[in-house]
């Protein structure tokens, strides 16, 4: 793998922009899920149609997705510092006016703005990886990914707040948060050693832009960002789907799916960080291998249908029903998880080891298309259950996924090493 040098850092900088970083995407990723809680009262104002409520509700995953090349970009080129601090403020002002909002064109609007705060995942990627060698990095970034679980403190949070006052005062208040973050990273954090090294003159300005895109036309770059559609796309789009799936296939009450889907995506963001030291410690290529086999297997569980056997018996004709009981469900599903939350810090381990000057761009279109994944995959989810009548269908398309994935990554790695083994000879 090729190797990277990061300009030093004061003794303690990194773990603070690290620190920083971390709760600052925390406070966004809380704002950015903001509408899976109050949609349900927004719907009920204005008597939304199911598909207006999930166009409300995507909108935006679908731009914060959408604006994460861009933002790495810029990251590489301005500092995290500045671009982590407008970004919040330009969240924080859209979820404000979101709490004045009337109609339901006016919503949308807000959620496009409301989508920034998911684009700060490439920004804090871009600026936390420069202040760490790569042997730590897949733990570091891993540590930041886990900010994920800001999607959690709004399930958990925001129904007290909106049964309380109201789902205008959710906004103000998670818009009142990331004002207060912003100005706290702002005089807190400080630019990462690439910038102020340019600022100085030790180093070289970025590459050019026509040069830092043409390096998106690498096939490599594409494949980190499948693995990674998979990895993150996924478990987003599951953590979205479980509630209505417990509901649909074992009869619970919202409540309880509801509290089980909150409950399956704090592990699956926290040990993130550990799929980061595992990448660091044994390679994000052997930690892809485990979390793509491993998901197969659950993933193929997870697809049987329920179904009745009739056998012709010796007295006659006799029956029995295959299915995944609840329990057994619930383990299968957070093995999956788990894995997922590996895989995803295994994927950014790879990045800034393979394109060191240009992290922003590259994870920008990788958690790009890890988003749209998050956006989309739901979607597949309803069409397959219309089309197959069968519940199970979605966790059949995630098993066709992986399956995809492992196969491109196996292929590729022999590949590798035949050239290596030819070289060599």
Not at 317 to 337: E, H, K, Y
């Amino acid at each position: 793998m090729p190797s990277v040098t990061t300009p030093q850092s004061p003794a303690g900088q990194p773990n603070r922009a690290l620190a920083l970083s971390t709760v600052a995407f925390t406070v966004c990723f809380a704002v950015w899920t903001i509408f899976s809680i109050i949609g349900v009262g927004v719907k009920d104002e204005l008597g939304l149609s199911e598909t207006e409520f999930g166009l409300l509700v995507g909108t935006p995953i679908l731009t914060g997705s959408l604006v994460r090349l861009v933002l790495g970009i810029w990251t590489d080129r301005q500092g995290g510092r500045l671009v982590f601090t407008l970004v919040m403020l330009g969240a924080a002002a859209s979820t404000f006016l979101l709490a004045f909002a009337e109609t339901y064109m006016q919503m949308l609007l807000a959620g496009l703005g409301i989508g920034l705060a998911g684009g700060s995942f490439a920004v804090g990627v871009a600026y936390v990886s420069r202040f760490y060698p790569a042997e730590k990095q897949g733990t570091v970034l891993g540590i930041f990914g886990a900010g994920n679980v800001g999607a959690a403190v709004t399930k958990f949070a925001a129904p007290f707040v909106l049964l309380a006052w109201g789902w205008e005062s959710v906004a103000l208040l998670w818009a009142g948060a990331l004002v207060v973050m912003a100005g706290v990273f702002w005089f807190a954090a400080e630019d990462d050693p690439v910038i102020r090294a340019q600022r100085e003159g030790r180093k070289a300005p970025p590459f050019s832009l026509k040069k830092e895109l043409a390096l998106l036309r690498e096939v490599r770059v594409w494949r980190f960002a499948l693995y990674y559609f998979f990895a993150f796309g996924a478990f987003v789009a599951l953590a979205l789907w479980l509630p209505r799936f417990l509901n649909g296939v074992y009869g619970m009450d919202l409540a309880t799916a509801g509290l089980i889907g909150a409950a399956y995506s704090v592990p699956a963001s926290i040990f993130r960080a550990y799929g980061g030291h595992l990448s660091d410690k044994h390679g994000a290529r052997t930690v892809m291998y485990w979390t793509l086999g491993v998901s197969a297997i659950a993933t193929l569980v997870l697809s049987l249908p329920s179904a009745t056997y009739v056998v012709q018996g010796i007295n006659g004709p006799m029956s029995f029903q295959l299915a995944v009981s609840p329990v057994a469900f619930l383990v299968a599903v957070f093995v999956l998880g788990f894995f997922m939350s590996l895989g995803k810090a295994a994927v950014y381990k790879h990045i800034p080891v393979y394109y060191p000057e240009n992290v922003g761009a590259v994870g920008g279109l990788v958690g790009m298309i890890g988003g749209l994944g998050g956006f989309f995959l739901p979607l597949l989810f309803g069409v397959l259950n219309d089309v197959t009548g069968l519940w199970t269908s979605c966790f059949m398309a995630l098993f066709v996924l992986v399956a995809i994935c492992f196969f491109w990554m196996h292929l590729t790695v022999r590949r590798l090493e035949g050239r290596g083994a030819a070289q060599l000879a």
